[in-house]
């Protein structure tokens, strides 16, 4: 059993109310937090080995720590809740089960950065959500958590929420803040990097709704006890969102020291694949990072178990491993199509792209129109050594990670996946367009694959 430090409340009825969240030691870390220095907040952080749980991984309390401190300018804390990376759904659930846990969060986190205002920058199809926040934000300042003088420690905090307009480039920290000034949402050239000139070129620290309500468990039980929690670097729980083919979809707290084999397959979790298929493939952290098959999903190309960590997932590369990601768990069974599912990720990073760069405004339509041809039926063979090449000039050329988001998941089908391309060309005329598992959940041989 895995231990809950996020959800341990979840259950609790009405736990999204103050009453209830109170009742349950909700807050008593803000209290703990403003008897304690800024600084000492900071170092806490850094003692937790928080690494951010947007998807990048950058260590909180370093971010936190770059933080640029001039007289007279204020200081922005912003959360991003613009969560638009397909399969991942975990921050939603934070916000509308246990609204006041990211609350508290972002009050110690903003005390933290002498920050007197912050911001939820929340994805627009969250339509619902907002005023779940809202909500909780009036209750904590009826309380006296919240406005002037908190707690009579002289500390004053205003958070207010922002409704994005639904684009998924939001979700990149520059472009958020475009959004958040009321500009077209164009991510920005860096340096000079939010911690010194973001928000309305003020200092801005902008973190993940899961990495805020982190804080909260760091300062109740001390930032070395959350160390020792999961493995390595990989410190604390991480909360999964988990879908696709298996038999209990949902978000899961785990503390990263369980293998993937038991997360897709134990009852405890995803409760294994329905109607006895096979696992062909998984895109474990997001649609943006790369997807593996079986066989290197639940072990190393050294044979050793893959664990659901940041560095065990990344174990040997993109050659033959993947990312942690935002913690999006898309499971694949043997009935599905890669070229089918690559083509429709592909359709989606083109249709959100900014289009501020060449590689990316005209790379990522390129390659959801050869992908379609493919699937089709209309493909030829040189099509992937051009999807491949596109991919390539696409990736590390662009202002924001999106055209990176983009090709990723295009390289990895093909260095996987390549004989499945090859069958539909081949086959055009196929009336299913699944090639099966083709070994793909088969041991890999760690010589030959090593070559």
Known sequence: MSKKLLLKDAHIEGIRHYDVYRKQGGYDAVE????????????????????????????????????????????????????????????????????????????????????NTAYIYIR??????????????????????????????????????????????????TALLESLEGKRGNPRLKPPFPAVKGLWESPTVVNNVETIAAVVPIINITGAEYAKIGVGRS??????????????????EIDMTITVEEFIYSEEYCGGIPNGKKLKACIPGGSSVPIVPANLLLKTINGEPRYMN???????????????????????????????????LAHFYAHESCGQCTPCREGTPWM??????IETGKGT??????????????EGNTICPLGDAAAWPVAAAIRHFRDEFEWHIDNPEALTRNYGLAGYADPIPVASAAQ
Not at 381 to 394: E, G, P, S, T, V
Request: hydrophobic share 40%.
């Open 124 to 173: 627009g199809e969250y339509a619902w959500i907002p005023e779940i926040l809202e909500q909780a934000i009036d209750e904590a300042k009826a309380a006296g958590f919240l406005g002037k003088n908190i707690l009579g420690k002289g500390y004053d905090l205003e958070i207010y929420v922002q409704r994005g307009a639904g684009a998924y480039i939001c979700g990149e920290e």
């Open 310 to 344: 940041y560095e065990s997932l990344a174990d040997g590369g993109f050659a033959t491993g993947t990312m942690m990601g935002s913690g999006g768990f898309i499971v694949l069974d043997e009935d599905q199509c890669i070229v089918k599912h690559t083509m429709s």
């Open 381 to 394: 063979m040189a099509d992937i050594d051009l999807l491949w090449d596109i991919q390539r000039k696409i």
């Open 235 to 252: 410190t604390g729980t991480k909360l999964i969102s988990a879908c696709g083919n298996i038999n209990k979809p949902g978000v899961y």
């Open 368 to 373: 959801y129109k050869i992908l379609k041809n």
């Open 32 to 115: 703990k937090a403003l008897a304690m220095t800024p600084d000492a907040i900071v170092e806490e952080v850094k003692t937790s080995g928080l690494r951010g749980r947007g998807g990048a991984g950058f260590p909180t309390g370093m971010k936190w720590s770059f933080l640029a401190k001039p007289e007279g300018i204020p200081r922005y804390l912003v959360v991003n809740a613009d969560e638009s990376e397909p399969g991942t759904f975990k921050d939603r659930y934070l916000m509308e089960f246990i609204p006041h846990l990211l609350i508290e969060g972002m009050i110690i986190s903003s005390f933290a950065l002498g920050a």
